[in-house]
């Protein structure tokens, strides 16, 4: 046995036997009883008593902020404070079960009281000064009802429920008219400038002439773009139904004649070519490996020598931000039936394999919710 492979298996042995002692220490209930107990393990037997309770209680404290957006309730409590019985009318929820909701609401810091009358809490107000996480909060009641019973989810391997329905063209590639679309189009359009903001932000995108956006949607990606970067030409391409929607949302934000719609699917049709940038904005984790890669494949071909693919979406494996990735997208992208979240390194492997000759990870300014990979041609 060479001297790495041996150093790597003592290694493991030593963190196996680590882990199991403290696991064992950890579940032992006499244990537990002397850290709540000891002055010096106080505040650590606390902090993760309060961290399991979260575990267990996690779909409540969901269901109340949806319940908060489904009322209109941080709504009404953006224009000021007010009094309990006058949101109970507002909100159409008798006053008890008005009061049982704010009281609920204040301990996720949602709201807050002020005397005899309620305000906006610190999350309530950073929540409605992003409309997206709001959007995704009102269609989550899709996964709840795929998650109400999440080993069957599991067994299945995936789709085929709620949200799968939502994200018609998870089940159903290509399929999709222009009514069908919309909800998931309206979704993506209003989660999107935050993304956005974040990836103008990390990368200098006025060094290009023409970008091609794929897998667009309605061109929210763009507008910001566009806004930023006076200079650029750029393009949507998606399914014909999607474009049509961008279409008319550039010619109402006077943007006509700096963008182009090129309908079609990136599963069967070619990558339009002449673009010196493309971008993917959260498209990579909607899909399954063999579809990533046959995509990163194609847009290599698309572009010319020194051209770059800049890839923005949220990741697994980010530092502080692990649950999002493997726990959250990984059962949401489940129950949609199509593709996983994937770590920086894994991506990038996959650009190597798609003949991409170098690629590298930008920082953002909050990587739980973006991060951005660009690749060069």
Same mark, same amino acid.
């Given at each position: 046995?060479?001297?790495?492979?041996?150093?790597?298996?003592?290694?493991?042995?030593?963190?196996?036997?680590?882990?199991?002692?403290?696991?064992?220490?950890?579940?032992?209930?006499?244990?537990?009883?002397?850290?709540?107990?000891?002055?010096?393990?106080?505040?650590?037997?606390?902090?993760?008593?309060?961290?399991?309770?979260?575990?267990?209680?996690?779909?409540?404290?969901?269901?109340?902020?949806?319940?908060?957006?489904?009322?209109?309730?941080?709504?009404?409590?953006?224009?000021?404070?007010?009094?309990?019985?006058?949101?109970?009318?507002?909100?159409?929820?008798?006053?008890?079960?008005?009061?049982?909701?704010?009281?609920?609401?204040?301990?996720?810091?949602?709201?807050?009281?002020?005397?005899?009358?309620?305000?906006?809490?610190?999350?309530?107000?950073?929540?409605?000064?992003?409309?997206?996480?709001?959007?995704?909060?009102?269609?989550?009641?899709?996964?709840?009802?795929?998650?109400?019973?999440?080993?069957?989810?599991?067994?299945?391997?995936?789709?085929?429920?709620?949200?799968?329905?939502?994200?018609?063209?998870?089940? &159903?590639?290509?399929?999709?008219?222009?009514?069908?679309?919309?909800?998931?189009?309206?979704?993506?359009?209003?989660?999107?400038?935050?993304?956005?903001?974040?990836?103008?932000? &990390?990368?200098?995108?006025?060094?290009?002439?023409?970008?091609?956006?794929?897998?667009?949607?309605?061109?929210?990606?763009?507008?910001?773009?566009?806004?930023?970067?006076?200079?650029?030409?750029?393009?949507?391409?998606?399914?014909?139904?999607?474009?049509? *929607?961008?279409?008319?949302?550039?010619?109402?934000?006077?943007?006509?004649?700096?963008?182009?719609?090129?309908?079609?699917?990136?599963?069967?049709?070619?990558?339009?070519?002449?673009?010196?940038?493309?971008?993917?904005?959260?498209?990579?984790?909607?899909?399954?490996?063999?579809?990533?890669?046959?995509?990163?494949? &194609?847009?290599?071909?698309?572009?010319?020598?020194?051209?770059?693919?800049?890839?923005?979406?949220?990741?697994?494996?980010?530092?502080?931000?692990?649950?999002?990735?493997?726990?959250?997208?990984?059962?949401?992208?489940?129950?949609?039936?199509?593709? *996983?979240?994937?770590?920086?390194?894994?991506?990038?492997?996959?650009?190597?394999?798609?003949?991409?000759?170098?690629?590298?990870?930008?920082?953002?300014?909050?990587?739980?919710?973006?991060?951005?990979?660009?690749?060069?041609?």
């Amino acid at each position: 046995m060479s001297k790495p492979v041996l150093r790597k298996s003592l290694l493991l042995s030593a963190r196996t036997s680590w882990l199991a002692w403290r696991n064992g220490l950890l579940g032992s209930p006499r244990f537990q009883r002397f850290a709540a107990r000891c002055w010096l393990t106080r505040p650590i037997a606390r902090s993760r008593a309060r961290g399991l309770f979260d575990l267990v209680a996690g779909f409540v404290y969901s269901q109340t902020l949806a319940a908060c957006i489904a009322t209109g309730l941080l709504d009404r409590l953006g224009g000021g404070p007010q009094t309990c019985d006058a949101l109970a009318a507002q909100i159409d929820v008798p006053p008890e079960g008005t009061l049982r909701l704010l009281r609920a609401a204040a301990a996720l810091r949602l709201v807050e009281r002020l005397g005899d009358a309620w305000v906006l809490g610190s999350a309530g107000a950073a929540l409605r000064g992003n409309g997206g996480i709001a959007e995704m909060v009102a269609h989550h009641g899709l996964l709840y009802a795929d998650l109400a019973d999440p080993v069957a989810l599991l067994r299945r391997g995936g789709g085929g429920g709620a949200l799968a329905g939502y994200w018609g063209y998870a089940e &159903a590639p290509g399929a999709g008219d222009a009514e069908s679309v919309a909800p998931y189009s309206r979704l993506m359009a209003a989660s999107q400038p935050l993304v956005a903001a974040q990836t103008l932000d &990390a990368y200098y995108f006025a060094r290009h002439l023409r970008m091609l956006d794929i897998g667009g949607g309605e061109g929210g990606f763009v507008e910001s773009v566009a806004a930023r970067v006076p200079t650029l030409e750029l393009a949507v391409f998606d399914l014909p139904a999607v474009g049509e *929607r961008a279409r008319a949302r550039f010619a109402a934000a006077g943007l006509g004649e700096r963008t182009s719609i090129h309908g079609g699917s990136f599963r069967s049709d070619p990558v339009p070519q002449g673009y010196d940038l493309i971008t993917l904005v959260r498209v990579l984790h909607d899909h399954d490996d063999s579809v990533v890669l046959a995509l990163l494949r &194609a847009i290599r071909a698309a572009l010319p020598p020194g051209g770059r693919l800049l890839i923005a979406e949220p990741m697994a494996q980010t530092p502080g931000a692990e649950p999002a990735g493997d726990a959250y997208f990984g059962l949401y992208l489940l129950a949609m039936g199509s593709g *996983r979240p994937r770590a920086p390194a894994e991506i990038r492997a996959m650009l190597h394999t798609a003949g991409f000759a170098r690629s590298r990870l930008l920082p953002t300014a909050l990587p739980i919710t973006c991060r951005v990979v660009v690749a060069e041609a």
